[in-house]
């Protein structure tokens, strides 16, 4: 019950998740990012502990393919579940389990891949990329949320959604980490959080090495 975009900022290296679902706490279960490392969402009968396993193979040096591979060789319930990752380099990987729920696919572009599961349409994920593809003047995030404004455009999932997240990585703390839960439009809510977030976020970032310093005039 969820569809999400998997990405990279060609410019800058960042790494993104934006997720949205007709389930609660999209946020707490489906994305995950490492500064340097890449970004992953774990989604369909969910098991968030994949996200980080992921991770850490990467960490270790694997590319995309090979630690969704040896993460998902040894996961339980692997039929179950669908998982996309997107690594340091740009590389992106996926798994569908064969018990994924309803219809489901993926799409993949330069540096970005989406999926989803219990779709409206097979278009969503295509749909996606191309939202993606289509803001590449917008920062990470704002490119994250095109995706999944065209995604739901395209029908998005076969019940409303409920809730949506952004988790964006690739510089100083904190980053972007945003949630909506139990909302009638998520993703209307999740792009106000982003308005309200972003003229923060750089002062946020020189607190956290330099406590001292004055918010601007």
Do not use: K
């Amino acid at each position: 019950m969820t569809f999400s975009v998997v990405a990279q900022c060609g410019e800058t290296g960042r790494l993104g998740v934006a997720t949205a679902s007709a389930s609660l706490a999209v946020g707490a279960r489906c994305p995950h990012a490492r500064d340097g490392v890449g970004a992953v969402t774990t989604q369909n009968r969910t098991d968030p502990g994949l996200g980080p396993r992921v991770l850490d193979c990467l960490a270790r040096g694997m590319a995309a393919e090979a630690a969704l591979a040896t993460v998902m060789a040894q996961a339980e319930a692997a039929e179950w579940r669908q998982v996309a990752v997107i690594d340091r380099a740009g590389a992106v990987a996926t798994y569908h389990g064969e018990r994924c729920s309803g219809v489901f696919g993926e799409a993949r572009g330069a540096g970005v891949v989406a999926l989803g599961n219990l779709l409206a349409s097979a278009a969503v994920p295509q749909a996606m990329v191309a939202g993606f593809m289509g803001a590449a003047d917008l920062v990470l995030e704002e490119r994250l949320m095109a995706a999944l404004e065209a995604g739901l455009a395209a029908g998005g999932e076969v019940r409303p959604l409920r809730s949506a997240a952004l988790v964006v990585v690739g510089e100083p703390y904190p980053g972007s980490n945003l949630r909506v839960d139990w909302a009638d439009a998520p993703l209307a809510g999740l792009a106000a959080l982003w308005r309200a977030w972003a003229p923060q976020m750089a002062q946020c970032r020189l607190w956290a090495v330099d406590p001292a310093a004055l918010p601007p005039a």
